[in-house]
């Protein structure tokens, strides 16, 4: 099996807090695509701060799957929503938030899959998720946000086009 080649489109490191990061105008030359996203404690005590994840700036046609654990406890279960849901860690202050997002087939005329790790560096509380995007548009744009909260300084985002 040949090995996949990991090529950087786009880099972000927020300098000032930030209601979320975009990634446009996506080049449609590779076959793959990747996000890494990392961003420091949001609040003191914070508990669950969901990240998630639009395409194209739509807001209909996802569906996803939803796994949790941390070692004593677990979660699961299934939804349709406005948007990808990328994450349910658990974290504190001293914690940051890590996460990889998948995208397959992003260029192609079909519906979109995608599957998202997360976990709170420091804790071990991690989730996962598969998703779907009824829509057979090319990925163009990629959003990533919270719904409540703003990301702080720190917070770094990368964007990898995948060849091979």
Known sequence: M???TYNLINSTTL????TG?????IDQT????RVTFEFPAILAGQYSVNVYIRLNGSTTAYKWVYMRGNGSA???YAQSDQQFRAN???????DRYTGVFDFFDYSTN????????GAGFGTVDISSYAGLWSNTSAVTSI???TNTYTFPPGTKANLYGIVG
């Open 2 to 4: 040949p090995t996949s």
């Open 15 to 18: 300098v000032s807090s930030s």
């Open 21 to 25: 990061i975009t990634f446009s105008g």
């Open 30 to 33: 590779y076959r793959d695509l």
């Open 74 to 76: 677990m979660a699961s």
């Open 88 to 94: 349910a860690s658990t974290y504190t202050e001293t």
């Open 110 to 117: 079909k519906y979109k899959s995608v599957l998202t790790r």
């Open 143 to 145: 959003e990533i946000f």
